[in-house]
Every structure is written in structure tokens, then in C-alpha cells.
């Protein structure tokens, strides 16, 4: 009777004895992990790789996550002061930076991002063409009446040259047109600082700036400030996943090539690129690569 007792409890147990226990061993550790910058937009998905990579958690890695800002982190990877940066697209500045000092970028799209327009939520205006925000910034377009809506200036805020919200605004946006020269008053420094001069500049819905689609809703939420559909499309994860959004760009690691230093940047990209990668990235709120 004890003997068939032990065969049923076998067999309820999957017809054999319980699998080893293998402990998975982390990709990195907290001494080994390479030096990584980047873009203030992309400490969240830093912050995630890292606590995963080296299993531990967000709140634990928090305080070792030090992202520089786009241009600053372009030029700590090409002095080779950080081994791996995720950032926006580099500027001409950069690219020729990284030439004079023999560092050929790698530069690998990790994460689908969309380049979206903000004004006050006040602002009767939902919609722009893509044209009609060209004009905007190449001051052809002046107030507001002129797109039916009030007769206001219009304040269109810019960004620093070299910041990577300006570089995307600059290649994704005007390509050949050149903007206007702004008022010294209309460049915010900071991200933060454009945002907050959209929702609250005179109490009117004046201004118009622009930003990444994660920052803005993810970083930097603001309920007085509405991003604007484009071409009717409204940046959503699904129109910049399926690409209907029409301004659509891509958040990128990027390393020097060097045969001798450049291996666990390799490693971590190739995680990103992985399954379990992407939806890591997911999961932290980015939108995955179509």
C-alpha cells in the first residue's frame, strides 16, 4: 500500500523527482557594471537595465545612475570617460567632435520615441499640419488667428543648440529650413523650464514648445499643457508604434567601436534588442521597437 502511495505521489508530481533549483546569475555586478550617461529622458530605462542586469532593485541602483545630459554624455563617451550613453541622435557638433577624436559612434535604436508639439490646454488649437509648425518656427506664421484660433502672438520657445530636444527639433522638424533667431527669453534651458513656461507663461495660451512624447507624459506630466496632433494624428503608443504618428524618431545607445573596451556595451544592447529587453523597456514605460 505504501509502495503505490509513493508511485501516485510520483505521478502527481510530473512523473519525476523536482528539478534542480538554478539560481540565475546576474549579467553584471554592481563593481563590474560599465559607466553609462545619457539623456535626462532615459534614466527611467537606465535605472530598469541596470537593477535587472545586475538583480537588484530600482530603488538599489537609483543613486548610481548619473545621466549628464545629451550633449555632456556625447562627450564623455567620445573622451571615453563613459562606455555606453543612451541618448537622442547626435548633433553635427557631436559627429564632428567624434571624428577629431577617432571615436567611430555605434549607434543602435533601442526604443520608438515621437518628437511632439505642446501648448497651454487652454489653447482652442488641437491640430497642426506639419507645414503649418514649419512656418511657425521659420517665422512665417506669427499669431494664432492665423490657424483660426486667438489673436495672440504666437511664442514659439526653442531649446539650446546641442540640447537633444533642439537637434531633434532641427532634423526631425525643419531639415533644410532655418529657424527663426528667438528672443533670448524664448530658449529654455531646461526641458522642465519649457514646459512649465507652455502652461504658465502670463497666464496665457500663447506659447508653443516641444519635447519628447515619454517626457512629456512619463517625466514632466503638467495637466495644464495638451501635446498637439499632427497631420490629425495624435502621439499615442500605438499611432508611434504603427508609425502613423507622422514625427517619429528613436532613443539609441551608443559606443565608441573599439575591439578592446567596447564588449559589454555589446552585451547590454544586444539585452535591450532581446525579447525579454524590449518588454523590459515596455514595462518602464517606453514604446517598444515596431
Not at 509502495?3 to 563590474?32: A, H, N
Not at 571624428?99 to 508639439?117: G, N
Request: hydrophobic share 40%; aromatic share 8%; charged share 20%.
Amino acid at each position: 500500500m505504501r509502495k503505490i502511495i509513493l508511485i501516485l505521489m510520483v505521478i502527481l508530481l510530473g512523473g519525476c523527482t523536482p528539478k534542480e533549483v538554478v539560481e540565475i546569475r546576474p549579467l553584471f555586478t554592481m563593481d563590474t557594471y560599465p559607466v553609462i550617461d545619457g539623456s535626462t529622458v532615459t534614466i527611467p530605462l537606465s535605472e530598469a537595465l541596470m537593477a535587472t542586469l545586475t538583480r537588484k532593485t530600482v530603488e538599489e541602483v537609483r543613486p548610481y545612475v548619473l545621466h549628464n545630459k545629451t550633449h555632456q554624455a556625447y562627450v564623455n563617451l567620445i573622451d571615453h570617460k563613459a562606455n555606453l550613453i543612451f541618448v537622442t541622435g547626435p548633433s553635427i557638433e557631436e559627429s564632428t567632435y567624434a571624428i577629431k577624436k577617432q571615436c567611430e559612434l555605434q549607434i543602435t535604436p533601442i526604443v520608438s520615441e515621437a518628437f511632439v508639439f505642446l501648448t497651454n490646454i487652454d489653447n482652442p488649437i488641437d491640430s497642426l499640419t506639419f507645414e503649418q509648425i514649419q512656418k511657425i518656427y521659420s517665422g512665417e506664421i506669427t499669431n494664432w488667428k492665423e490657424l483660426g484660433g486667438q489673436d495672440v502672438v504666437i511664442r514659439a520657445l526653442q531649446r539650446p543648440v546641442n540640447s537633444g530636444s533642439q537637434t531633434g527639433f532641427l532634423d526631425l522638424v525643419m531639415k533644410d529650413l532655418t529657424p527663426m533667431n528667438p528672443p533670448l527669453d524664448w530658449i529654455e534651458d531646461a526641458m522642465q523650464g519649457l514646459i512649465s513656461s507652455v502652461s504658465q507663461y502670463d497666464n496665457k495660451p500663447d506659447a508653443i514648445g516641444y519635447s519628447f512624447y515619454y517626457y512629456v507624459t512619463d517625466m514632466e506630466y503638467n495637466p495644464k499643457v495638451k501635446m498637439l496632433k499632427v497631420d490629425g494624428i495624435a502621439p499615442t503608443p500605438t499611432t508611434i508604434s504603427n508609425g502613423s504618428y507622422p514625427i517619429r524618431t528613436n532613443y539609441y545607445a551608443v559606443y565608441c567601436v573599439d575591439p578592446e573596451t567596447d564588449k559589454d556595451a555589446i552585451r547590454i544592447v544586444n539585452y535591450i534588442l532581446s525579447d525579454e529587453g524590449q518588454q523590459l523597456m515596455e514595462n518602464a514605460g517606453y514604446v517598444k521597437l515596431k
